[in-house]
């Protein structure tokens, strides 16, 4: 059955730390806030940000409540 996963900010890769801790098909939702990365999601899992479900044409932009990722590179696998 698959879980669910909660990331808040903090100290470290918070989200890696989930992705790890997952299994395939598990959900992680992203608080709002900084993260750091880079990331590597070699799992299937949903990956969801603070305003997941919420149209982007109407939602609100305000970094406070985005989930915001930095990195320095990315490299996309399917």
């Known amino acids: 059955m698959a879980s ?3 990331v808040s900010p903090g100290p ?3 989200i890696q730390d989930a992705i790890n801790t997952a299994s395939d ?3 992680i939702r992203v608080l ?3 993260y750091t990365g880079p990331i590597v999601i070699d799992k ?3 990956l969801l940000g603070a305003q997941a479900g919420i149209d982007a044409r109407t939602r609100s932009g305000t970094p406070s409540i985005e ?3 930095t990195g320095t590179s990315g490299v ?3």
């Open 4 to 6: 669910e996963i909660i």
């Open 12 to 14: 470290g890769n918070p």
């Open 25 to 27: 098909y598990d959900t």
């Open 32 to 34: 709002p806030g900084m």
């Open 44 to 46: 299937m899992i949903q």
């Open 67 to 69: 989930s915001i990722i």
């Open 76 to 78: 996309g696998l399917v």
